[in-house]
């Protein structure tokens, strides 16, 4: 199995990148519209600062490119549910938040034409890892 590790500089915003960056390319195709509500989201949280935005985002693609480099679909799976582990550890019992990362992993999904099936199945994996199913 592959290095899965994250670098130590490592936050809840790259973890959440990677998910959204996870999702874009679940069709096979990480779309300019799917980039830019990525990256607006990061500016937005970094106070405006587009090139910090580019920069984490730049990190996490890299970091889920060289996972399924190294180990295929399976391993990027697994990259994807540990990240959103992390992000369930980070924000504990507060599902509001959560739930707000959701919209935005189908804001992604949507912002090229329709959402794909495989597109789908990431967010549901992610969902089902917060035990947000039924609520």
């Known amino acids: 199995m592959p ?9 809840p915003l790259h973890a959440t990148a990677l998910l959204l960056l996870a999702v874009a390319a ?5 779309d300019t519209s799917e980039v830019a509500v990525l990256g607006a989201w990061l500016a937005e949280k ?4 587009t090139e910090a935005a580019q920069a ?4 996490a693609y890299a970091h889920l490119q060289g996972v399924w480099q190294k ?4 391993a990027a799976d697994s990259a994807l549910l540990a990240q959103a582990r ?21 804001q992604v999904a949507k912002a090229s034409p329709g959402i794909h099936d495989n597109e789908s199945a990431v967010i549901h994996s992610v969902v089902a890892a917060w ?5």
């Open 56 to 59: 984490l985002a730049d990190e």
């Open 46 to 49: 970094l106070d405006g600062d």
């Open 26 to 30: 679940a069709d096979g195709n990480i």
């Open 86 to 106: 992390l992000l369930r550890e980070e924000y504990g019992d507060d599902t509001d938040k959560l739930r707000a990362l959701v919209v935005l992993m189908v």
């Open 71 to 74: 180990g295929g679909a399976a």
């Open 3 to 11: 290095d899965l590790e994250v670098p130590d500089s490592w936050t």
């Open 131 to 135: 035990g947000l199913e039924h609520g």
